[in-house]
T-cell receptor, first 112, second 114 residues
Framework: NAGVTQTPKFQVLKTGQSMTLQCAQD?????MSWYRQDPGMGLRLIHY???????DQGEVPNGYNVSRSTTEDFPLRLLSAAPSQTSVYFC???????????FGPGTRLTVT | GNSVTQMEGPVTLSEEAFLTINCTYT??????LFWYVQYPGEGLQLLLK?????DKGSNKGFEATYRKETTSFHLEKGSVQVSDSAVYFC?????????????FGKGTKLSVIP
């Protein structure tokens, strides 16, 4: 049982480039979310999904897009990377509103 | 809106010292409260939780009690080990159906020295 997986683990982009951060879970969880972690800021919610075909914005959605075509996958797209998007990105999933939230290992992104 | 405030770090302790990391929250209703731990280079792991007032969550020697009267959920451990060195996050999840989202504090880095 792999849990929540994220790829890549590290990525360096130039300003203006686009890329997709991948997230997958094999626990059949209905709820998935993306957070970014910045020094002294804790984790801030970017986007979330309560099921296939349903997504919504979190606290800091600007510059990011998401889609949820399957229960398992929840990719995060950076349309035009900016240095302010340098961060560590975590994907998480949970089953039901009372369930434990499981986190992936993170993607460290640097935008130069 | 909901918010979580936890003590600023970093915190440095000697092995076998007593640990307290303060956490207070602002929320309507009766949120669930959590402590997550992040070891170096890893994602977050649930350490303990409490879902109603006066509940005590405990795990791996850590414990925290849900105090509604003081809106607090302080993390304690009687004797820390070097292996407890990590970043600790307090978080809440609001009450009600469909309440999946977590609101996190900024994290407290703990370093335990031999």
């Amino acid at each position: 049982n792999a849990g929540v997986t994220q790829t890549p683990k590290f990525q360096v982009l130039k300003t203006g480039q686009s890329m997709t951060l991948q997230c997958a879970q094999d626990m059949n969880h209905e709820y998935m979310s993306w957070y970014r972690q910045d020094p002294g800021m804790g984790l801030r919610l970017i986007h979330y999904s309560v099921g296939a075909g349903i997504t919504d914005q979190g606290e800091v959605p600007n510059g990011y897009n998401v889609s949820r075509s399957t229960t398992e996958d929840f990719p995060l797209r950076l349309l035009s990377a900016a240095p302010s998007q340098t961060s560590v990105y975590f994907c998480a999933s949970t089953q039901g509103s009372e369930g434990e939230q499981y986190f992936g290992p993170g993607t460290r992104l640097t935008v130069t | 809106g909901n918010s979580v405030t936890q003590m600023e770090g970093p915190v440095t302790l000697s092995e076998e010292a007593f640990l307290t990391i303060n956490c207070t929250y602002t929320a309507t209703g009766y949120p669930s409260l959590f402590w997550y731990v992040q070891y170096p280079g890893e994602g977050l792991q649930l350490l303990l939780k409490a879902t109603k007032a006066d509940d005590k969550g405990s795990n791996k020697g850590f414990e925290a009690t849900y105090r509604k009267e003081t809106t607090s959920f302080h993390l304690e451990k009687g004797s820390v080990q070097v292996s407890d060195s990590a970043v600790y996050f307090c978080a809440l999840r609001r009450s009600g159906a469909g309440s999946y989202q977590l609101t996190f504090g900024k994290g407290t880095k703990l370093s335990v020295i031999p």
